[in-house]
Nanobody, 123 residues
Framework: QVQLVESGGGLVQAGGSLRLSCAAS???????MGWFRQAPGKEREFVAG????????YYADSVKGRFTISRDNAKNTVYLQMNSLKPEDTAVYYC?????????????????WGQGTQVTVSS
């Protein structure tokens, strides 16, 4: 069993930056990790993913070049650095853990989910 706790959300003006963190419980951190988001009235969507070792990353087209996913396996933590934020980035952001090795982009391939953290970008 893995518990994931997100932090770092908040209110920011358009063009600003935020860094989300996701801390995982447990002795090992042998999971591929991902970030998803869900805006009001919309389905949850994939944002970014990172492989178990951290050597591979993948981004949704909508955030490519603005967001960066990274991980510190010594701290059991994954991060999402979000720059040049836009109002359309407003959503609840969730981190998720997959028992696979490679980056995965679909929800059903993730085994554990955090509770989410709200990100609001004002125009």
């Amino acid at each position: 069993q893995v518990q994931l706790v997100e932090s770092g959300g908040g209110l920011v003006q358009a063009g600003g930056s935020l860094r989300l963190s996701c801390a995982a419980s447990g002795r090992t951190f042998n999971y591929a990790m991902g970030w998803f988001r869900q805006a009001p009235g919309k389905e949850r969507e994939f944002v970014a993913g990172i492989s178990r070792g951290g050597g591979s990353t993948y981004y949704a087209d909508s955030v490519k070049g603005r967001f960066t996913i990274s991980r510190d396996n010594a701290k059991n933590t994954v991060y999402l650095q979000m720059n040049s934020l836009k109002p359309e980035d407003t959503a609840v952001y969730y981190c998720a853990a997959s028992s696979g090795v490679v980056v995965v982009k679909v929800e059903y391939q993730y085994d554990y989910w955090g509770q989410g953290t709200q990100v609001t970008v004002s125009s």
